[in-house]
Structure formats: C-alpha cells, structure tokens
C-alpha cells in the first residue's frame, strides 16, 4: 500500500497540472464527499483539517445513485460529491477499489468558459406518427440537435433526412428546432417534449397536431397588440401608465372579459421562483417597463462596453416584457401562438419564460440549472446587467477620486455624483440609484475620512437578536447544598465554553470546575465539550452543570465519575416459571431501574471501595429524610443487597417512573431519544420477597473506620485542568480521615444508628449527622458496579478488599440501592430547586415582535467598528486600523429596492 505521504503528494501532483483552464471533452469522476473527506483527513492533504489514522475503505459512490444506477437529483458539489479529473481517479481506484465511476465530460458555453457537465438535460422524445411512443434520455448542452437526432433514428430506426426535431413544451408546438444549434443555444428545458417528426408522402406527420391546434383557437380581436392601444396606455417613457386609459381603451374595442395589461403570470420552469419573482418586481417597474415597451432602450445599447452583453440581454428582457404587457392567450395571429416562447396558452394569461431562462444560463452560469438561488442575487445582476448593456458612455474617463478634507458634505456629494455619471450613464442609474455617506474615523489619529457612494439596492439586516437565554441546573460538590436553576444568557453562535463563562459568573463557579451534560430519562445522554455550539442543545434539552473538585496535591490524580441511581421494580412482561418434585412456583422478574437525577462525582481515582461508597454516601446527604435506624435491624436479604444478573433485557421504557417533567432529565414518552430501562432479572425473586424481615444483629450498632470527607475546595484551581479533554485533569479532593473516637460519643444519649461527619465546606460550622456504614456488609444501602452509559454493569469487578478500586476520569458507575435503604432516600429532592433571581429577570416576550423597516434601517446605519480581518488604512498613520465606520443614506433613487438579510451564513467545516 503507498504511504499517506506518497498518496498526498501525488494527488497533489495531478492537481496542480490541471490548474491551467478545463479543456472542452476531458473526463471528469465524481467522488462521494464523505469517502473524500475521509481520505483528506487520512493523509492530511489540507492543512487545516482533523487527521484521523484509519484509512478509508474502498471507494463508496452507490449513495450518490438511485436504484436505476442514474444520478440522484440536486445533489450539491462540495456536500454530496467533490469533482475530481481522470488522472486523480485512476490513482485512487488503485489504492482502494470500488466505485461504480460516475464520469462527466467538461463542456465549453456559447460565451467561451467552460464546466464540468454533472447532469444533462433530460428530454422526453415523443413519435408524431404515434404519440403512445415516448422515451426519455440526457442530452448533453454541448450536443448539436444534429447529433440527438441521429441517436433518436438509431432508436426507432428512422431515416435522418425524413425526421426533423421540434420544441414541444407543454404538448405545444413552438418551432422547429435548427440542426446545427447546440442544445444550449436552444430553449429546452429539462423534462420537457421533443416532437419527432417524420416526413409523409401527404406532409409531415406534425400537420394533424397543428390542425388541431389551430381548430381549438378562436379567432378574436386583441387589443393589446394594437399599437395605438400601447401609445394611449402609456403617456411617455417615463411615466406611469394610467389605469382610467387602459379601461376605456378596452370598454371601447371589446366586450369580452376585462384582461389587465401586465397581469400576467410566470410558469415555474422548475424551482425557478426566485427568477419569477424578481422579474415580476421589474415588470412592475412601471418607469422601467415602459421604456422598453416604447423601445426607448434601443438607442442606449452600448455594444463596445466589456462589461455588458452587447445589448443581448436588454434585448431579452424587452422581448420578456413585451410578452408580459401584450398576452397572445386567443389571439387571431396564430403564428405568434405557435412558436413564441413566451407564449400563453389557452386563456390563463400566463407567460412561459424559457427563452429568458435559457439565455440568463449563457449569460450568468451561477444559474444554470433548475436547482433553487437567491431572488436577490438574480435582481441585483438584471440591474447591473442592464445598467452595462445600456450605458450611454460609450468610453468612460478616468476621474480621480478625491477626499473630503473637511469641505461641506453637499459640494462632496455633488461633486461624486457628477463623477459617477461621467463612467455610468442609463435608465437603472436615472430610476435606481442613489448616495451613500461613509464616514470613517481612525482610532489612533483621530482622522475623519467621509466618502460618498453609489447604491442601487440597501441590504438591510434584520434587527434579530443574537443572545439565547438558556436554563441550566447546577448541581454543587457539597452534598448538601441545594441545586439552583440559572438563566443564562449567551452568545446563539457560541460554544460551549462561552456558555460556561456566563454560567461562571451567576454561579461563582470557576468556568473550568463546571462541567456541562445533557441529562435525559436518569441517564447521562451527552457531555457537552467546550467546542461544541450553544445551536445544538434544543429548548427541550435539559442540561446540568456539575461542579469538579480539586485539591492541594498534585501527585493526587482526580477521577471525574458518572453515576446512577438503581432500583429493583418488577417487570409487567418478564415472568419465570420453576419446577421441582415437591412443588412448582411462577412470578413477575425483577428488573433494575433508573431513578432520580445522576451525578458527577470528583474523588482520587486511587481511592478503594469503602472510600468510594462513603464519599457518594456525603455527596446524597440533602436526599435522606433523617438518619436511618441501624440497618442490622431490618437486613436484607443477599437477593436484594446484590444484583445478580440472570439476563440483561433493554426494556421498552413503558414502566418509566411517571414523574414530574423536569425531574431527573425526564422530558416525555414521545421523544425521539431512546427511552430503555435497564432491566436485570432473577428467576429467585417473586413479588412475595420485595420486603422481607430478618432478625436484628449487632453488628452495625456502632461504626469505626476511616472515611474520606469533603472538607475545602481551593479557590485558585490548577492551570493545568482542562475541562475539554479531562484526561489531564489534576484537579484534587482534600480528605480528612476519621474514625469512630473521631466523633463525638459524650453524650449517652445519641443514637446508636447515627455517625456525625464533618461538613463539606471548612466554612460551614453546622454539623450533620449522616449514616456511614461498611461497604462489605449486608447493612450496605447500595453496591457499586461499573456500567455502560445506559446504565447496564460491564462486567468489570470492583474489589472490596482494600485495595484501588481502578476509577477512571469519565467511567460510569451504578448504585444498585436496596429496598430497605430507599424508605429513607427522598427522591422528591430532585424537584427541591432554588430559582435564582437571573430567572426572574428574563422577559417573556423577549423573541416576541415584529421588525419594522425603520428599525432596519436604523441597523443598517449604526455605528459600527472595523475587525482585524477587514481594517481601513488610513492615509495620516500610513498604516491599517480597527476605524470605527458609520453608514447614512444620502440620497434615496426614486425606485428603492430594499433588501432584507433574512439568512446568515456561517462555515462549520
């Protein structure tokens, strides 16, 4: 296998020869790009990506195809496939295999430029002789009507010289389609008819389609191809046309239904809205569209201007709006009917715009295709486009810019308009331009800069806000300490890690000691890690933040550990049957289930079994309802102390604990996260062994070992803590061991069942009393297994002998509780939550209402200072700086085109 650095090098090798321009008919393959991606980050062939040491599998482009081997439709370059050249592709079909190839030609446009072809242009091909006879098949933009007509006679096995091929959208008959035009130089559109039409001994097997055509077409008189109807509607160029002369114009040539001029619809092509919609806005452009109506714009085609298209698309767009004002839907000239592009059919009044679509390809590539654009980029290139091919300055001057240098603000404008008119000169600049001021101010010298610039459209941003408040819970190392709810306002495009600095300072938690999860059904579902974004957690994602401990000694390595909460409950659909000689017996199984809000727990991963228990004991303190009895008392059978696991069995979460939303992450049965108890069954236990009494025993009346206690929590934490990664973490719980003549026993009264332990802040004077007990024995409230992230033990042994029970920072832990023990474990704690006063000072509506055009203007020309990525140089310093800048309008054009920022967009890869 080659190296990742022979494969990097030599793909680079091939690229780097092909950056010279595409050569019209190479071959091109396209790749899928998730096996692309992988391959890149394989061998690190960009510099900026993640690398990641396995290599790719062979490559896998069947996700790119449907069943029938074809493309799948609107498939986008750079998020479903990359395009890579031949050479490339044979290089890598030799490293890895697999496939299938998806080859495309690179085809050369009418204007010269040329571009990889990934879809061709389907056509359905429908036999004159016999319309029943159809198929469809992709044809290529750089292929001549000449050589598809070949193809289409070697199908049905035609005689070239009898056939001749004609545009046949919507079942109409337009033109006939000339033989040595490319397919891109033709108005077909994708999905649409070509008529096959064969030569008769009567004809053309056409004429009857044309003769009943013709047959279904009333002759009638149409009054908007009537020249002096056009002159009467319209008074000049420039005004707008008159309603009372188009209705009395009308009354006076027909009876018929009034039809308003211009009111005419534009068919979707095929995700081309955002075409029509803009084109609509223009058509309405009542100044606009009467100068192309009365053909003022032919004297102002500027055929010598390199950045216009020789006047061909003010051409277009004269011939589009003429269609437009003058609808053919019924008219006597039945030529028009047949072979217009624009063309109406029946009596709907609608405008089909293929010859513009067409066109608007060769002249702007961004838009080929029927795939969805921005209506906004489309206007904004029909203006400027226009404004070219219409520019009555046929050589433009060189005119020096000159600067403000604190004259009066009218003789700068003036003076910059004058300028601009001398180079752009036409009916967009007259009806659609006008001046912005910009006013600088260098933040070192103090130097005001103010220049003024033509516009023809405002890009208005949205006054959106760009804070989220999000609601988080945060559970506190000292046990006894009751949770407080936080609203947190940050960032909407932040991480994680900025979230955790407003969290820090509300709770006076050190962003570091907080970690963030994702707490869903008692489980943990995820963690969240300082680079992820606030945008991924939902309004109904309920989050906790856990604080870590440290301590003094760095030779003391930290355990940061998940832990659950398990309890036995029976299965309504588990049951097991035994059968013996003396007697048979039946029962429910039990299962271990989920309950109350999980934690993280902070302890030295060199602790043993009895430190472990005991410090999960002090850190549930606020759940016991009082100290419970000596546990000897009422010991518990081995069944119910222990899990044994006879199967494990996910169930299907229908015996969920019903509880209160909020409580323990649970959110609701219909949500889509999965939802499984944990379920461990023995065919030992029957609903009859739930309580069982024991005789009482001695052996827990007084407890002495050694226990480990929360006492400080250093102010200063470590440098090194990284909460991102936590496998480095140093962060250090100071113990305190005690024993049994540690605690106060002066008093001959106190309890038997109850051991006092030293609270967890050295603050905090209050003492607490709390059950410590052995771990190893049958008094034990709870067993400690490791389990998986749903909560199922893995099977690793935890050893209760003394020595290192082997924590790892992120491992899970599970606490199986006892039946006895949870008669003084208060779940209900879970809902004892301390509001803090930031909820309170949320406001309601504050995503509430509506923006106002006013307010986006009052946005747009906000003050505003310069980043280091796009920095003003100023002539005094002779150096770039951070200017602060300020836009204001000027003067507004008499035709306004606002344009409202809706989206944003931000690169994730």
């Not at 309603?243 to 092509?269: D, E, F, H, I, Q």
Request: charged share 25%; aromatic share 10%; with cysteine.
């Amino acid at each position: 296998m080659v190296s990742k650095e022979e494969q990097k090098q030599t793909i680079l090798n091939v690229t780097q020869d092909l950056q010279q321009q595409q050569k019209a008919g190479d071959d091109w393959y396209l790749v899928s790009f998730k096996w692309m991606t992988h391959w890149n980050e394989y061998v690190g062939f960009e510099a900026d990506v993640n690398r990641r040491d396995d290599a790719p599998g062979p490559i896998e482009n069947q996700s790119l195809l449907d069943g029938e081997g074809k493309l799948l439709p609107r498939l986008d370059e750079g998020e479903d496939y990359i395009i890579i050249p031949e050479g490339a592709w044979k290089y890598f079909v030799e490293w890895y295999g697999g496939g299938p190839p998806i080859k495309r030609k690179v085809v050369k446009r009418e204007s010269g430029k040329t571009f990889v072809e990934v879809y061709l242009t389907n056509l359905e091909f429908i036999r004159a002789s016999d319309v029943s006879q159809k198929y469809t098949a992709g044809v290529s933009k750089a292929d001549t009507i000449s050589e598809v007509r070949q193809r289409v006679c070697t199908k049905w096995n035609l005689q070239e010289e009898q056939v001749q091929l004609w545009d046949y959208h919507q079942q109409t008959l337009h033109s006939i389609l000339e033989l040595n035009s490319r397919i891109d130089q033709t108005v077909l559109c994708e999905g649409q008819g070509v008529l096959v039409d064969e030569k008769t001994d009567d004809g053309w097997s056409s004429d009857s389609i044309r003769l009943a055509a013709s047959s279904q077409s009333t002759s009638s008189y149409n009054p908007y191809t009537s020249s002096s109807y056009t002159s009467s509607y319209y008074n000049s160029a420039y005004e707008y046309p008159s309603s009372s002369s188009s209705s009395s114009s009308y009354a006076s040539k027909s009876s018929a239904a009034t039809v308003t001029p211009g009111l005419s619809g534009l068919r979707n092509l095929g995700n081309t809205c955002f075409m029509n919609s803009s084109l609509q806005c223009l058509s309405n452009t009542s100044p606009l569209t009467s100068y192309f109506l009365h053909g003022k714009y032919r004297p102002d085609i500027n055929l010598d201007n390199p950045l216009g298209q020789k006047g061909k698309l003010a051409e277009e767009f004269a011939r589009l709006i003429r269609d437009i004002w003058t609808p053919s839907s019924n008219t006597s000239n039945n030529n028009y009917y047949a072979y217009s592009s624009y063309s109406s059919y029946g009596a709907s009044n609608a405008v089909t715009p293929r010859e513009f679509k067409s066109r608007l390809e060769m002249f702007a590539p961004q838009f080929s295709g029927y795939q969805q654009h921005d209506s906004q980029e489309l206007l904004a290139f029909l203006l400027d486009g226009l404004h070219e091919d219409l520019n009555r300055v046929k050589k433009k001057p060189y005119i020096e810019v000159k600067d403000s240098d604190g004259r009066p603000d009218e003789n700068v404008a003036a003076e910059a308009w004058v300028a601009h008119k001398a180079r752009n000169d036409s009916i967009v600049v007259d009806w659609f331009q006008g001046q912005l001021k910009s006013t600088l101010v260098c933040p070192t010298c103090h130097r005001v800069s103010i220049t003024f610039d033509p516009f023809m459209y405002l890009s208005l941003p949205l006054p959106v806000k760009m804070t989220r408040t999000m609601y988080i819970t945060v559970i506190f190392a000292d046990g006894k300490r009751t949770p407080t709810k936080y609203a947190v306002v940050t960032n909407k495009n932040g991480n994680i890690a900025g979230l955790k600095g407003e969290l820090s300072k509300l709770c006076g938690v050190d962003a570091d000691y907080l970690i963030l999860t994702d707490v869903f059904n008692y489980r943990f579902y995820r963690k969240l890690g300082d680079k992820e974004e606030v945008e991924n957690i939902t309004e109904r994602d309920v989050i906790y933040a856990y604080e870590l401990l440290s301590a003094p000694a760095e030779e003391v390595e930290m355990a940061y550990c998940f832990v659950y909460h398990l309890k036995q409950e029976e299965d309504r659909y588990s049951y097991y049957y035994t059968y013996s000689n003396s007697s048979n017996s039946a029962g429910k199984r039990m299962k271990s289930t989920l309950f109350s809000t999980p934690f993280v727990l902070s302890i030295p991963a060199s602790a043993t079994y009895s430190q472990l228990y005991n410090t999960i004991l002090a850190c549930l303190s606020r759940y016991f309802k009082e100290p419970p009895p000596p546990m000897s008392a009422h010991t518990p059978t081995q069944a119910q102390t222990t899990a044994p696991i006879v199967e494990q069995v996910l169930s299907s979460g229908e015996d969920s604990t019903d509880s209160d939303s909020s409580v323990g992450g649970y959110e609701s049965d219909n949500d889509d996260r999965a939802q499984d108890d944990v379920t461990m069954s023995s065919p030992s236990q029957t609903h009859s062994d739930n309580h069982v009494n024991a005789a009482p025993s001695s052996s827990a009346a007084k407890v002495a070992l050694k226990v480990p206690v929360l006492t400080t929590i250093p102010s200063e934490p470590p440098s090194v803590f990284a909460t991102e990664t936590l496998d480095s973490a140093r962060d250090f719980l100071e113990i305190e061991e005690i024993t049994a003549d540690d605690i106060n026993s002066s008093d001959d009264n106190q309890s038997d069942d109850s051991v006092a332990f030293r609270p967890s802040s050295s603050d905090d004077e209050e003492e607490v009393s709390h059950h410590q007990q052995d771990p190893d024995s049958d008094d034990a409230m709870f067993t400690i297994q490791f389990v998986d992230v749903q909560g199922v033990p893995t099977g690793r042994k935890i050893e209760k002998n003394g020595e290192e029970v082997g924590l790892m920072t992120l491992c899970t832990l599970g606490l199986f509780w006892t039946d006895y023990a949870l008669s003084f474990f208060d779940e209900s704690k879970d809902r004892e939550v301390k509001m803090d006063k930031s909820i309170t000072l949320v406001d309601d509506d504050e995503e509430a209402g509506s923006a106002t055009l006013d307010a986006c203007l009052k946005l747009y020309t906000a003050k505003e200072q310069l980043g280091p990525d796009d920095p003003w140089y100023c002539g005094k310093c002779k150096a770039f700086q951070e200017a602060s800048k300020k836009m204001d309008i000027w003067s507004a054009p008499p035709v306004l085109v606002v344009h409202l920022k809706r989206f944003s967009y931000r690169n994730k890869h």
